[in-house]
């Protein structure tokens, strides 16, 4: 081999050994590349077992939660889930502001929500007055198609105040039922120590005002102030079935002595029995106001213990022994009841139409031709009560809300929801009664927007609404009075 082969073969060799070498480098890089591969693999794959238990979490979350958004608000600590979740108990089930704390406080423990405090029955307070002033500040949820027909009512004295309250529906009835709170909107809350005719007009002109038309025509009780008041205003005055049925039954029995010795002998034995044997059987407790809207109700209660009469213990017999001298006129007011009943059904669920009249007055007619002379003057005045509202109707297609329940509805839950202290009298609380408008069915989420709501209303926004709407009740005076 020539000198020149073996340089050749040289460089041939130290080529091929560089090669062996970068072959090396390659597969040692390739080992530690797989390494790390294979770690990032393990690292995905634990990842996406973390992915999993988040999800199986949120999923199982989702469950108590439902699929509101956990988003902040503006201004406040807790998100809209919680305060959705807080007004939503407070006004659906009837819990007070200490007892959904407490509540909420047990949830956390108990499911592991995890939050980090809890809401004060303050701050739950303050979310259910700022929701309520949101509300009542807005237009009426549902548009009006057929113009509004509003609804008033003044309330029974609180503390030292009492509360006009005016609300808003389609003046059309167009599905049958009695009217909910869902159905109706909160168009105005006056309170004043008393009321005049003058007064409840310039209330009737705030919500004239607010909506921007006058009402089709306006629902209430026969009160002589409120009747004025919509005389002077120019409006359709709808007078309340119920209240107006029984009117008429007083003007009729209002001065029967045997119905008078009755009813006191009601209350006679209610206080005489009320710790005996025979208390099981005790009638239901007299209202001492608007008798008469219930007196169906004592008349059923007699008619039912003279019937298992013969059947009552001696000690019971004894104690209502009083009822047979009334059965004549529990049997003669049981025929004027349960036609009138019948017609306050129809009435209320299908509203007042040319069809409801007639076929109200077609069972006045047969049900209540034969009687008494009071129970034809009973007939007589219900039909002519029915007649002159029939001429109220616009056409002979409309048909009209002529119950005003619905808001007798509401005071009777915001009397049972306030301070049971007797000098509180209407405070800001009462921003609630709107609230209740758009709270929807129970077992359903409202649509409030409850965030909106409480980075839009700010606590002077209260204040200020409290100082130009409500009075000084009792209590504050008593307050000041005593710091003096």
Known sequence: MTVKEEKKMVELRQLVAALQEKVKQAKQQARKQTQKLKKKTEQVEKLKLEKRAVEGELKKKSKVYGILSQTSIERHKYTDLIVSLCVELYTKCHVSFQGLSNMLQLLNTSLKWEMESIPCPNSIENWVKKSGYKVYHSPMEKEAEHG?????????????????????????????????KKDVSVLNISVASSWSSAEVKAALDKVEKKVGQPPVYVVSDNDSKLSKAMREKGYVHLRDVGHTVALLVEKV??????????????????????????????????????????????????????????????????????????????????????????????????????KTVATCTAILHT???????????????????????????????????????????????????????????????????PLL????EVRKRSKINFKEALESVFMKDLKAWNDDNLTENLAVKRKKKLAA
Not at 294 to 311: A, Y
Not at 315 to 329: I, V
Not at 437 to 440: E, H, I, K, L, Y
């Open 253 to 354: 029995y209002g001065k029967s002595k045997k119905l008078t010795a009755y009813m006191k002998a009601l209350g006679a034995v209610k206080a005489k029995e009320a710790m005996r044997p025979a208390s099981y059987l005790l009638p239901p407790t007299p209202r001492s106001i608007a008798r008469f809207m219930n007196l169906s109700l004592f008349v059923r209660w007699g008619r039912k213990i003279l019937h298992i009469f013969p059947r009552l213990a001696q000690e019971e017999k004894q104690a209502f022994s009083f009822l047979e001298s009334s059965r004549a006129l529990l049997n003669e007011l049981s025929s004027v009841f349960k036609p009138l009943n019948s017609i306050l059904k129809i009435l209320k669920t299908k509203g007042l139409s040319e």
């Open 148 to 180: 509004y027909a509003a609804i008033v009512d003044e309330s029974i004295m609180l503390g030292s105040e009492k509360m006009l309250l005016t609300l808003g529906i389609d003046a059309e009835k167009e599905k049958a039922g009695a009217l909910q």
């Open 367 to 433: 049900e209540m031709a034969t009687g008494s002379k009071r129970v034809k003057q009973v007939r007589d005045s219900v039909a002519s009560y029915l007649e002159e509202e029939r001429l109220k109707l616009k056409d002979d297609k409309s048909c009209w809300h002529a119950s005003s329940d619905i808001i007798e509805s509401m005071f009777g839950y915001y009397k049972f929801r306030r301070s049971k202290n007797r000098l509180n009298g209407i405070t800001s609380y009462v921003l609630l009664l």
């Open 437 to 440: 408008t758009r709270m929807g």
